[in-house]
Each structure stands twice: as structure tokens, then as C-alpha cells.
């Protein structure tokens, strides 16, 4: 059974930094694309990024709303995705999904994590 | 405002069939990029519903199915049950944002 995991959202104040991971399980985690999607309570959801296997040189992308305060990385030993966020603001307050990409079609999102809630507030 | 075009809210009664309508452009949907849709409960993460346009994951029902024409892609729900109350996504790729592209979503009533 493919499982995703969040963990280490919470509280943070404006202008901090907050690592999420993203712990997989019952699938070959090395050879997945993950991408993080974010929900603002009430709004829709907002694709954040990605990264690729090592296979495809683990390649990054970002929504360019984020101008590079996001980060994605991943360790293939610990079958875990991480998200480092800096410059953390009021906006960025929402809840976190890690999803497990599928590369068929044109690409879309079929397992996702149950989340976990990030808020920006002093 | 999002880069797909969902109406906030639909409505219908038990039995009867209702669409949602996903309207993108000539970067994303209208490219030839495929289509899914999510459904969503509340407090709850986001489930494929529909992918590639037309397929349905196993263990979703058959009354729910997929088309895409031109700019435009549609969610279709027969037989409405009680239980298909949520929020449903539409969902692409952009290729002048290089980046995947969510609609607004719209929420589902059953009457």
C-alpha cells in the first residue's frame, strides 16, 4: 500500500524557516517523482514543486510565486522528501501535501500524504 | 484567481447528473496537456478521481467520468449519491508558467 507521510509543519513566526519531510513507503521511492502541493484554509490548491529521481539528475522546480525561498531535497536511504522553507510569511500559512507523481499522460498526482499545517504568525 | 476556470458551486438532487466545467487556455488544456480531477472531503487530502482526461482509477465508480475538448475539460457525475458531497479540482500542466496548474474548485451539493 503506497503511503505518504508529512510531518514538521507548526507554528513560526514571519521571517523564519521550517523543514517538512515526507516519509514513503510500499512503492520504489528512488524512482518517483515528488511534488509538494499546498492548500490555504478556504482556497484551492497550489502546486509548490518538485524533484526528480536520480535518475533524472534529481532536477528541482518551483512555483515562481516562491522567488527561491523553497527548497526540495530527498534522501533514496530514508525513502524521505524534504521541503526547507525560509523567509517564511503570513501567506505561506496553509497545509502541506507531498504527493507521489505520475509520469503517465501528462502528468498528474495519484497518492498524496493527509498533510501537515503550516502557520506564519507572530 | 486561478489559471483553470471552475465554477465556485454546483447543485443537484439525488439521481441526477451534474457537470463541472474546467476552463483553461491555449498553454495549458488547450496544448494538448491532459486533464485530472481530484476529489476532496473535508479535513481530508485530495484523491484522483479521474486522470488522462476519460480514466478512472480503480475503485472509482464509473459514475464519474471525464471529457476535454479544445480549452475545456468536464467532470460529469451520474446518478448522484448523497456521498459525492465535496470539493472537486481540475488540474493540467502550463507551459508558459512551466508549472502545474490547479483550478479554483468547485463544491458539490447534493440537495
Known amino acids: 500500500e503506497v503511503q505518504l507521510v508529512e510531518s514538521g509543519g507548526g507554528l513560526v513566526q514571519p521571517g523564519g524557516s521550517l523543514k517538512l519531510s515526507c516519509a514513503a513507503s510500499g512503492f520504489i521511492f528512488s524512482g518517483s517523482g515528488i511534488h509538494w502541493v499546498r492548500q490555504a484554509s478556504g482556497i484551492g490548491l497550489e502546486w509548490v514543486g518538485r524533484i526528480r529521481s536520480r535518475a533524472n539528475s534529481y532536477a528541482t522546480a518551483y512555483a515562481a510565486s516562491l522567488k527561491g525561498r523553497f527548497t526540495i531535497s530527498r534522501d533514496d536511504s530514508k525513502n524521505t522528501a524534504y521541503l526547507q522553507m525560509n523567509g517564511l510569511k503570513t501567506e505561506d500559512t496553509a497545509v502541506y501535501y507531498c504527493?507521489?507523481?505520475?509520469?503517465?499522460?501528462?502528468?498528474?498526482?495519484?497518492?498524496w500524504g493527509q498533510g501537515t499545517l503550516v502557520t506564519v504568525s507572530s | 484567481q486561478s489559471v483553470l476556470t471552475q465554477p465556485p458551486s454546483v447543485s443537484g438532487a439525488p439521481g441526477q447528473r451534474v457537470t463541472i466545467s474546467c476552463t483553461g487556455g491555449s498553454s495549458n488544456i488547450g496544448a494538448r496537456y491532459d486533464v485530472h480531477w481530484y476529489q476532496q472531503f473535508p479535513g481530508t487530502a485530495p484523491k484522483l478521481l479521474i486522470y488522462g482526461n476519460t480514466n478512472r482509477p480503480s475503485g472509482v465508480p464509473d459514475r464519474f467520468s471525464g471529457s476535454k475538448s479544445g480549452t475545456s475539460a468536464s467532470l460529469a457525475i451520474t446518478g448522484l449519491q448523497a456521498e459525492d458531497e465535496a470539493d472537486y479540482y481540475c488540474q493540467s500542466y502550463d507551459s508558459s508558467l512551466t508549472a502545474w496548474v490547479f483550478g479554483g474548485g468547485t463544491k458539490l451539493t447534493v440537495l
Open positions: 504527493t507521489r507523481f505520475n509520469y503517465d499522460s501528462t502528468g498528474y498526482f495519484d497518492f
